[in-house]
């Protein structure tokens, strides 16, 4: 059995699109095999999709209709320029700030559809929550950051690993105070924080992880994240072959989506 019964059940949401199909029901696999607590419920956010939708009836995971998930619309986000649009990366990630809208546990962890977990996770240990963390990170996110909280972002880490675990009462107060500060929703404040004339521009897991972390240091373990990403199909992986990837990584990541990211038009 994979979960661990004295670890505090939770919900999991992943945000998805089309071009997610090849790699999500490895990622909702590796998720029911390697994740050390009992999991509820695992709701996929999309737009509209019969083949998500079909997925999720033989994965027994929920169908979230995106258009639901927040009271605004990826058409909403203007985050562009000549060069690139992150618009729907934007939109994905604010998906993502509301997941304590969408699961009904009280920690719900959120990881990438691409990316599939090779050995055990825990997220929570002796009352602290466990962080994953690279070392390197985007510059904007911190500035960002500071804008909204009006302070610097303490962690000598990167968040940015792929997954996070988040507790719906820590999210809920971050936003009230992002709100407090700006007067605005916790949304509009981020919208309005960012510089729109550079690329990544706010993270999610780097926004959360560190309101976290400034508050109570030693409520939170860091450990190294340890990802690989590949280029390779996760399909053409064989079990050999993913052991031993397991011996030196925790996750692999298949980066080719497209539709949360797309170059901007010539």
Not at 70 to 92: C, D, E, H, M, V
Not at 163 to 169: E, G, K, Q, T
Request: hydrophobic residues 35%; proline residues 6%.
């Amino acid at each position: 059995m994979s979960a661990t019964s004295s670890a505090p059940p939770i919900d999991v949401l992943i945000p998805a699109i089309a071009k997610d199909l090849a790699t999500l029901p490895y990622a909702i696999d590796s998720l029911r095999r390697y994740v050390r607590h009992p999991i509820s419920n695992i709701y996929i956010v999309s737009p509209e999709n019969s083949s998500i939708r079909q997925l999720c009836s033989r994965k027994s995971c929920i169908f979230v209709n995106e258009t639901t998930a927040l009271p605004f619309t990826k058409k909403a986000i203007r985050y562009s320029s000549s060069r690139w649009n992150r618009s729907g990366w934007l939109y994905q990630q604010l998906l993502k700030m509301n997941g304590d809208q969408v699961c009904r546990e009280k920690y719900f962890l959120v990881i990438d559809a691409d990316t599939v977990l090779i050995r055990p996770h825990r997220f929570l240990s002796g009352g602290k929550s466990i962080f994953y963390c690279r070392s390197w990170s985007q510059p904007e996110y911190f500035r960002t950051y500071r804008k909204l909280l009006g302070s610097p972002a303490p962690s000598p880490k990167s968040f940015v690993t792929h997954y996070m675990l988040f507790d719906s009462a820590k999210l809920a107060s971050l936003k009230r105070k992002i709100e407090a500060r700006h007067g605005m929703s916790w949304h509009a404040a981020i919208l309005r924080s960012i510089n729109k004339q550079r690329q990544f521009g706010f993270s999610e897991y780097e926004t959360y992880a560190n309101y976290v972390y400034s508050t109570n240091r030693s409520s939170v373990l860091l450990k190294n994240a340890l990802n690989k990403s590949l280029k390779t199909p996760v399909a053409s992986l064989g079990k050999e072959q993913l052991s031993k990837y397991a011996r030196t990584y925790r996750s692999l990541s298949f980066h080719q989506r497209k539709g949360y990211s797309i170059p901007g038009k010539p």
